[in-house]
């Protein structure tokens, strides 16, 4: 794919399907071919995202918001169609993803951030910022199966703020440790939207995507409804 300046992300003609196996079959299907239900959580979605951009998506439950957010951030991979990304691209929507119960604190540290693509010079750098944000300094030494999980939690949201991305996905009913922490890390994410990377959240907030979003991309049963300002915000609050 040829490089764009202004470019982020760009999905072409992207689908998800699931096959929904039922583990109790009828007397009937035990005598016959089984039958799976498949379920298309996207349909051919494109999308073209600029650097820079604050993009909510909203849309009932169901809809396949997390799944393009998945997509996104390379956790689950499009049955059909490209996904092209410019930049360096962090979740904070599976935190903890990629990390190894058997390795301290610290020793994951270096697997995480490594897989979000830091080089170690980057990391022996930022590793300590990385701890002490996450209030972790006495138990980074301990193995990560020691840890609650608010711990893991803190831990994960931790390594992936200090990543300097270039694009953020985020679940904005993220919940990570206690409330100061969350207090810390919404003032961080605000640092965040005042920059200038990307940023993709899915919320049911509409105040906050309001507030925080200048593009809108509602999405019903796997398709793209509406993709535009606000106005996009007034037509979802306001359907039947």
């Given at each position: 794919m040829k490089t764009y300046p202004t470019l982020a992300i760009q999905l072409n003609d992207i689908s998800k399907k699931y096959e929904i196996h039922h583990d109790k079959p009828t007397l009937v299907e035990r005598f016959s071919k089984e039958k799976n239900e498949t379920f298309w959580a996207l349909k051919n979605i494109n999308l073209t995202i600029n650097k820079g951009e604050?993009?909510?998506?909203?849309?009932?439950?169901?809809?396949?918001k997390t799944t393009l957010l998945k997509i996104l951030a390379g956790i689950t991979t499009p049955t059909s169609g490209d996904v092209h990304i410019q930049g360096r691209i962090v979740s904070l929507i599976d935190l903890g993803a990629g990390f190894h119960a058997d390795l301290s604190g610290y020793q994951n540290i270096y697997l995480n951030a490594m897989l979000l693509g830091l080089s170690r010079k980057e990391i022996n750098e930022r590793v300590q910022q990385i701890i002490t944000f996450a209030d972790l300094k006495q138990f980074i030494d301990a193995p990560l199966f020691t840890y609650s999980n608010g711990m893991m939690l803190r831990l994960g949201f931790s390594i992936a703020v200090h990543a300097q991305p270039d694009i953020l996905l985020l679940d904005e009913n993220l919940s990570a440790g206690d409330n100061a922490f969350q207090k810390r890390a919404a003032e961080r994410l605000r640092v965040f939207f005042r920059k200038e990377l990307t940023i993709v959240v899915v919320s049911h907030n509409i105040a906050y995507i309001r507030k925080m979003c200048s593009r809108i991309i509602w999405i019903d049963?796997?398709?793209?409804l509406a993709d535009g300002n606000h106005q996009v915000l007034h037509k979802y609050l306001k359907r039947k």
């Open positions: 604050k993009i909510g998506i909203i849309g009932s439950n169901g809809s396949g049963k796997g398709s793209v």
